[in-house]
């Protein structure tokens, strides 16, 4: 049986599409399959497709409670990198501590630090055998 190369796939949740898109693209470049979701639906429908994405990265929005419990409800294992505005940081941090997210980073990100968090997280590169 002939080894098959698997693509990890990141889901990104964003409010606003503009900055999704440029990391979508870089996401991309490093080997990634990027899936965008917007709303609590299309998280939901998303975490039960086949393949199932493999990390969640959440920007703090009005939503992020809500889109946590569903990952929590549907997905619990999925690692969760919640990004949030200067502003935003201390809330990024008790979203963390209180929902077990993997990791909070601010923004704009830095994506050498992005692309590092990835790699821990989802155990190396974004292709594996």
Same mark, same amino acid.
């Given at each position: 049986m002939? +080894?098959?190369i698997v693509t990890k796939q990141v889901m990104l949740i964003f409010d606003e599409f503009s900055f999704s898109d440029s990391l979508l693209v870089l996401l991309a470049a490093e080997g990634y399959q990027v899936i965008l979701a917007r +709303?609590?639906?299309q998280v939901?429908?998303?975490?039960?497709?086949d393949p199932k994405p493999d990390l969640v990265l959440l920007e703090v929005q009005l939503n992020t409670i809500k889109i946590l419990q569903i990952i929590q409800s549907v997905q619990p294992r999925i690692p969760v990198i919640v990004m949030a505005e200067p502003s935003l940081l +201390?809330?990024?941090l008790e979203? %963390?501590?209180e929902f077990g997210a993997w990791e909070a980073v /601010? %923004?704009?990100l830095d994506f050498t /630090?992005?692309?590092e968090l990835l790699q821990h997280a989802l155990g190396g590169?974004?292709?594996a055998a």
């Open positions: 002939e +080894n098959q +709303n609590e639906e939901y429908d998303e975490l039960l497709s +201390n809330l990024a979203i %963390k501590e /601010v %923004k704009p /630090v992005l692309r590169s974004p292709k």
